[in-house]
């Protein structure tokens, strides 16, 4: 059999790491299983990673990361691109995702530094890609030309978020199309 390398090995590294996770939670995640479900040796994960938090961290956010760049989409319509982003982002977060995003938001509790490290992976990256869909919206006049308060593109994942911490159930299609037809697109479109 030959060693798994490169994004094959990442690839193995994230799915294990997610299982392992979602089924025991970061305290009770260990290198050894994950490596074993990975198809690996614990030194491999050692050489890049020095602990459990780090790797889970890591692999959630590069997730995170590859969602956003594959799930931003450019369909011509703000409210296309808005509803359909948003249930990629419910689909996510309704899979092995959604229970590490849990365990993050506990773990976070005890450790700023897990929210800060998230935040500065994925948050900024995804922000920016909400401004440069704002601009098109802009562009083709669905939205009046003026400075976006940020906290309105946040509130369709804050909903998700905060429905799946408090009840592990996300967002369903018709909830993500009333968030978006109803709040935001309303708030945007105000003059």
């Not at 799930?71 to 409210?79: A, K, W």
Request: glycine content about 8%; hydrophobic content about 45%.
């Amino acid at each position: 059999m030959s060693r798994k390398r490169g994004e094959v090995l990442l690839d193995a590294v994230n799915a294990a790491t997610l299982q392992e996770v979602a089924e025991r939670g970061i305290r009770g995640a260990s290198m050894d299983r994950i490596a074993n479900r990975a198809g690996t040796g614990k030194a491999v994960l050692y050489r890049r990673w020095p602990n459990v938090r780090s790797l889970v961290i890591d692999v959630f956010a590069s997730t995170l990361e590859e969602l956003s760049v594959m799930d931003m989409p450019d369909t011509g319509s703000l409210r296309e691109d808005l509803c359909e982003h948003f249930r990629g982002f419910t689909d996510q977060m309704n899979g092995a995702l959604g229970l590490v995003l849990r365990e993050l938001i506990s773990e976070a509790v005890h450790d700023n530094n897990v929210f800060l490290d998230v935040q500065g992976r994925f948050g900024i990256k995804m922000h920016s890609q909400a401004v440069e869909m704002l601009q098109r919206a802009m562009a083709r006049g669905e939205i009046p030309v003026r400075p976006i308060d940020p906290y309105v593109m946040q509130i369709p994942a804050a909903f998700v978020i905060h429905r799946m911490t408090m009840s592990g159930q996300g967002l369903t299609y018709v909830d993500v199309e009333h968030i978006v037809d109803d709040i935001v697109l309303p708030l945007l479109t105000r003059q």
